[in-house]
């Protein structure tokens, strides 16, 4: 069973950016049909930020185009997101995911990103 663990999260001004990891053990990312980032912020519905394919394919909403990438380095095992231009409102706990196809999901344990001044 593969294990995901995010790192890299953190306070940050608005305008800044962070980089979040995901690091897989147990197994490899590449055998996933998808690997990717939702977030969940206090008293809010979770919501999707981004998704990376095993070709490669990216997709991301509309509330992330243009400031947030991911990518995977299957050698390294691991799944980015690079966040720009930050807003409060990005304020949330980021979890990794694994997409088993149409099994499900293993997700990570979380990391926290705080946008504040």
């Known amino acids: 069973q593969v294990q995901l663990v995010e790192s890299g999260g953190g306070l940050v001004q608005p305008g800044g950016s962070l980089r979040l990891s995901c690091a897989a053990s147990?197994?490899?990312?590449?055998?996933?049909?998808?690997m990717g980032w939702s977030r969940q912020a206090p008293g809010k519905q979770p919501e999707w930020v981004a998704d990376i394919g095993s070709g490669g394919e990216t997709n991301y909403p509309d509330s992330a185009k243009g400031r947030f990438t991911i990518s995977r380095d299957n050698a390294k095992n691991t799944v980015c997101l690079q966040m720009n231009s930050l807003k409060p409102e990005d304020t949330a706990v980021y979890y990794c995911?694994?997409?088993?196809?149409?099994?499900?999901?293993?997700w990570g344990q979380g990391t926290q990103v705080t946008v504040s001044s």
């Open positions: 147990g197994g490899s990312i590449s055998v996933f049909s998808a």
């Open positions: 995911y694994a997409q088993r196809g149409p099994l499900g999901r293993t």
